[in-house]
Structures are given as structure tokens and as C-alpha cells.
């Protein structure tokens, strides 16, 4: 279930910013400066949207690198591992790109 929300809110920004996106991946790599200027708010669920969605909504340039990863093979997610929790998750996100593309304006110009 995480795999098929992480595609489809990387399609739904690239839709909405006219941007493409492939991933949400967790890794982010910027100034200080860069990420004081986005003013992240979430602190859970809602971080690696909010992040996205300013970043391509401030035009900011980006880069995609595509790492290799290994399919968990012991334990449980915390998220994709249980039906409520990733509802609740893919809720925030939703909410959260909701408040950034209403209410965020870039501070800062390319």
C-alpha cells in the first residue's frame, strides 16, 4: 500500500506543479538556507509531502537519484504493516498538500 501511495502522490504533484517527480523518497539534500526557507511544518505522516510539494512549487532545481534498496525481510512496517495507519497516513498527506498548495507561498526566488 505505501508503494501505490507514494506513486500516486508523486504523479498527483507532477500533475498539479507541472513538475516530474518519480519518487517521495526520505532523502533530501539542501542548503540550511534552502530548508529554513521552506518553514516545514509537519512533523509526522505529512513531512516528505510537505517538503516535495514546496520544493517543486518553489521551482527550486532538484535532482533524482535512484538508489538500489532491499525488500524488508524481517519485522513489520509501521506504516505499510498495518491497513488503519497507512489510511491515516496517506489522510495527513492528503491535508497536508491541501494547507501547502492553498496556503504556502515560496519566500524565497530560483
Request: aromatic fraction near 10%; charged fraction near 20%.
Amino acid at each position: 500500500m505505501a508503494q501505490v501511495a507514494n506513486r500516486f502522490f508523486a504523479r498527483l504533484l507532477s500533475i498539479i506543479l507541472h513538475q516530474k517527480i518519480n519518487d517521495l523518497g526520505p532523502l533530501r539534500v539542501m542548503t540550511w538556507d534552502t530548508l529554513s526557507k521552506l518553514n516545514m511544518r509537519s512533523a509526522g505522516y505529512g513531512w516528505t509531502i510537505e517538503m516535495s510539494a514546496k520544493i517543486l512549487k518553489a521551482q527550486v532545481k532538484l535532482s533524482e537519484v535512484p538508489v538500489q534498496y532491499k525488500r524488508r525481510f524481517k519485522g513489520i512496517s509501521k506504516i505499510s504493516g498495518n491497513f488503519v495507519t497507512a489510511l491515516r497516513a496517506a489522510f495527513v498527506m492528503s491535508l497536508t498538500l491541501l494547507r501547502v498548495m492553498i496556503f504556502w507561498r515560496p519566500q524565497f526566488e530560483n
